[in-house]
């Protein structure tokens, strides 16, 4: 009802707004002639009116009177605490007019509308290469710096800072300092530990929005998303399984088709994709795409530079308090340590064997299940290990 408003007589010369009362308009009158009558005793800042003045003061009196009541944290102003709330209630009030993505902050929304008009406002003020963040410049920067204190002696990478230095060394060095207390999985970075926890916990942080699955990770939510946004799926007319790539549904299909693996044409070996058939061909081939920088030695597989890098990293940092037995990775040298405890983690729920390595506990469990996974190639023959098919193997390559 109109007879409800609050009548606001007293207006503003300058822009016309309104106000209830003489008082507030006398306060809003200071924005246009600059006066800033209240000062601060401590440190002399004016202000325009008493309020703002109060609130400046308790930056200097640590009075944070605006408290969360789910996790208690204060803030000095009633607007950060509404902001801090979005914390708790996942509330996203800041949506993209492109895509329709949704955020809790504004400052995240103008970071990701960056993405749609490829705004790139951070420049190197060497070379005018430009980047959409500022953190992604400044690790640009250091390309520029002549001199590189934190430098990695093995393969030459500089880095901003000694902390970051240190990090990169660990690749180097293998050790992985974060230690999943459920498994012993040992990761690099603390991020990593936290994301593989989701495996033990069940969390899955990423849902969809327009329906009601949930995901662990953010790039099998990417991935799903497609499904909605009428991006071209490949879907499997036997079982309704979708795929996004056109290659992991032709895998998927053999499945149910019996169709052969793709085989090598030199050796006849059998690939369950492209992918892994490219990678064995350079058996035949020579290509070694893997290059160390150090010395030139060139490797099939990642992995393999991997463990070349470790000639190059100098002496062994864990080393055995009892017999001397040194160590690249601490989580050898804890497995090595029980051949002196004689700690056997690993039991046989059949027998009650036990064993140091749960590798030597799968294996033992084959005289139990009788299960021969090694074939020959040449006369189909099935043995429990490894080492029983190399030795076959050779009958077949004696000379009669």
Same mark, same amino acid.
């Given at each position: 009802?109109?007879?409800?408003?609050?009548?606001?007589?007293?207006?503003?010369?300058?822009?016309?707004?309104?106000?209830?009362?003489?008082?507030?308009?006398?306060?809003?009158?200071?924005?246009?002639?600059?006066?800033?009558?209240?000062?601060?005793?401590?440190?002399?800042?004016?202000?325009?009116?008493?309020?703002?003045?109060?609130?400046?003061?308790?930056?200097?009196?640590?009075?944070?009177?605006?408290?969360?009541?789910?996790?208690?944290?204060?803030?000095?102003?009633?607007?950060?605490?509404?902001?801090?709330?979005?914390?708790?209630?996942?509330?996203?009030?800041?949506?993209? /007019?492109?895509?329709?993505?949704?955020?809790?902050?504004?400052?995240?929304?103008?970071?990701h509308m960056r993405i749609h008009t490829d705004e790139k406002p951070y420049s190197c003020k060497v070379c005018g290469l430009a980047f959409s963040e500022k953190s992604n410049l400044k690790v640009h920067s250091q390309?520029?710096?002549?001199?590189?204190?934190?430098?990695?002696? $093995?393969?030459?990478?500089?880095?901003?800072?000694?902390?970051?230095?240190?990090?990169?060394?660990?690749?180097?060095?293998? /050790?992985?300092?974060?230690?999943?207390?459920?498994?012993?999985?040992?990761?690099?970075?603390?991020?990593?530990?936290?994301?593989?926890?989701?495996?033990?916990?069940?969390?899955?942080?990423?849902?969809?929005?327009?329906?009601?699955?949930?995901?662990?990770?953010?790039?099998?939510?990417?991935?799903?998303?497609?499904i909605h946004s009428g991006e071209e799926t490949h879907v499997c007319h036997i079982c309704d399984s979708v795929f996004l790539q056109k290659s992991h549904f032709k895998i998927h299909v053999r499945t149910h088709t019996g169709e052969p693996p793709i085989s090598c044409e030199v050796c006849g070996l059998t690939c369950s994709d492209a992918?892994?058939?490219?990678?064995?061909?350079?058996?035949?081939?020579?290509?070694?795409?893997?290059?160390?920088?150090?010395?030139?030695?060139?490797?099939?597989?990642?992995?393999?530079?991997?463990?070349?890098?470790?000639?190059?990293?100098?002496?062994?940092?864990?080393?055995?308090?009892?017999?001397?037995?040194?160590?690249?990775?601490?989580?050898?040298?804890?497995?090595?340590?029980?051949?002196?405890?004689?700690?056997?983690?690993?039991?046989?729920?059949?027998?009650?064997?036990?064993?140091?390595?749960?590798?030597?506990?799968? $294996?033992?469990?084959?005289?139990?299940?009788?299960?021969?996974?090694?074939?020959?190639?040449?006369?189909?023959?099935?043995?429990?290990?490894?080492?029983?098919?190399?030795?076959?193997?050779?009958?077949?390559?004696?000379?009669?």
């Open positions: 009802m109109e007879g409800d408003k609050i009548e606001k007589p007293n207006t503003c010369e300058v822009c016309h707004a309104s106000f209830s009362c003489p008082s507030k308009l006398k306060i809003h009158m200071l924005t246009h002639s600059g006066e800033k009558p209240y000062s601060c005793d401590v440190c002399g800042i004016t202000c325009s009116d008493k309020f703002k003045l109060k609130r400046h003061k308790r930056t200097h009196s640590g009075d944070k009177p605006y408290d969360c009541q789910v996790c208690g944290s204060a803030f000095l102003e009633k607007s950060n605490l509404k902001v801090h709330l979005r914390k708790h209630t996942g509330q996203k009030p800041y949506s993209c /007019e492109v895509c329709g993505a949704s955020f809790s902050y504004k400052t995240f929304l103008s970071k390309t520029h710096v002549d001199d590189k204190p934190n430098s990695c002696e $093995i393969c030459g990478l500089t880095c901003s800072n000694k902390s970051n230095l240190k990090r990169h060394l660990q690749i180097h060095s293998g /050790e992985k300092s974060h230690i999943c207390q459920v498994c012993g999985s040992t990761f690099l970075e603390k991020s990593n530990l936290k994301i593989h926890l989701r495996k033990h916990t069940g969390e899955k942080p990423y849902s969809c929005e327009f329906c009601d699955k949930s995901f662990a990770y953010k790039s099998d939510l990417n991935k799903h998303v497609r992918s892994k058939l490219k990678r064995h061909v350079r058996i035949h081939s020579d290509d070694k795409p893997y290059v160390c920088q150090v010395c030139g030695s060139a490797f099939l597989e990642k992995y393999n530079l991997k463990s070349h890098l470790r000639k190059h990293i100098g002496p062994k940092p864990y080393s055995c308090g009892v017999c001397g037995a040194s160590f690249f990775y601490k989580s050898d040298s804890k497995r090595h340590m029980r051949i002196h405890t004689g700690e056997k983690r690993h039991d046989c729920q059949v027998c009650g064997s036990s064993f140091l390595e749960k590798y030597n506990l799968k $294996i033992h469990i084959r005289t139990h299940t009788g299960e021969k996974p090694y074939s020959c190639e040449v006369c189909e023959k099935s043995f429990s290990h490894k080492s029983d098919l190399n030795r076959h193997a050779k009958t077949h390559s004696q000379v009669s």
